[in-house]
C-alpha cells in the first residue's frame, strides 16, 4: 500500500480520541512554573530574558493602550514557537500545519483589533478604507479593494504560518527518503544528502521560530492601526 508524502498532515487519532488536542496541550506541561525567587536558574533566566527582550521589542511601535495585550502576544509567540519545533522531533504531529487551527488563532485575534478600533475611534478605523487625496472617480473601486484585503488579512496569517510549515515537512521528508533510497546503490550521494538533511533541519527549526514571530508581529501591527 502506497502511503502519501501528506499522509503525516492527516490528524491522527487513538481509541477515537484526536491525538492533536494532546499536541496542543503538551507544550503547556513543558513550560516551568514561576519560581519564588527572582533568579531560579540559568535556562529560566536566558528564558525571561529572551520573553522581556521580544515584549520590549514588540510594544515598542504600540502606545499605552496596546500595551495591555503584551502578555497575549508574547504566550502566543511562545506556544507556536514550542508546538512548531516540538512537530520536527521524530514520530510527532505539528498542530500548525492544520489551516483550522491556524484560522482558529488568526480570526478571533484579527477580529479583535478590528472591534477594538471601530469602538475606540471609528473615524480612523474607517478611514484606513480610504487613502487621503483619493480622486473622486476612484473612491469606490478604492473602498471595495480595501475592504477586501481587510477581510484577507486573517486568511493571509493563517495560510502563510500553513503554507512554510508544510512546505518544510515535506521538503525535510523527500530529501529523507532520497537518502534511503540512494544508501545502498550510491553511499556517497546519500552521505552528502544527509549532510544537505541536516542544514535544511536547521534551517526549518530557524523557519519555525521564525513563522511564530512573524504571525506575532503582523498581529502587532493590525493593533497598532486600530489604538
Known amino acids: 500500500m502506497m502511503v502519501s508524502f501528506f499522509d503525516q498532515f492527516a490528524s491522527p487519532s487513538f481509541l477515537g480520541i484526536p491525538l492533536i488536542a494532546v499536541a496542543i496541550a503538551l507544550p503547556w506541561v513543558l513550560f516551568p512554573t514561576p519560581p519564588s ?3 531560579n536558574n540559568r535556562l529560566i533566566t536566558v528564558q525571561t530574558w529572551f520573553i522581556n527582550r521580544f515584549t520590549n521589542q514588540l510594544m515598542m511601535p504600540l502606545n499605552v493602550g ?8 508574547a504566550s502566543l509567540m511562545v506556544f507556536l514557537i514550542t508546538i512548531n519545533v516540538l512537530g520536527l522531533l521524530p514520530y510527532t504531529f505539528t498542530p500548525t500545519t492544520q489551516l483550522s487551527l491556524n484560522m482558529g488563532l488568526a ?9 477594538i478600533g471601530m469602538r475606540n475611534q471609528p473615524t480612523v ?8 487625496g483619493t480622486p473622486l472617480p476612484l473612491i469606490p ?7 477586501i484585503s481587510l ?14 510549515l508544510t512546505a518544510g515537512h515535506l521538503l525535510i521528508q523527500l530529501i529523507a527518503t532520497a537518502v534511503f533510497v540512494l544508501l545502498p546503490i550510491m553511499p556517497t550521494v546519500a552521505i552528502l544528502t ?3 538533511l541536516f542544514l535544511l533541519t536547521l534551517l526549518e527549526v530557524a523557519v519555525a521560530m521564525i513563522q511564530a514571530y512573524v504571525f506575532v508581529l503582523l498581529l502587532s501591527l493590525y493593533l497598532q492601526e486600530n489604538i
Open 37 to 39: 525567587r527572582w533568579v
Open 66 to 73: 496596546g500595551h495591555k495585550w503584551a502578555l497575549l502576544l
Open 107 to 115: 480570526v478571533p485575534l484579527w477580529l479583535a483589533t478590528v472591534i
Open 125 to 132: 478605523a474607517l478611514g484606513h478604507l480610504l487613502p487621503e
Open 141 to 147: 473601486v478604492l473602498i471595495i479593494i480595501e475592504t
Open 151 to 164: 477581510f484577507i488579512r486573517p486568511l493571509a496569517l493563517g495560510v502563510r504560518l500553513t503554507a512554510n
Open 194 to 196: 544527509a549532510a544537505v
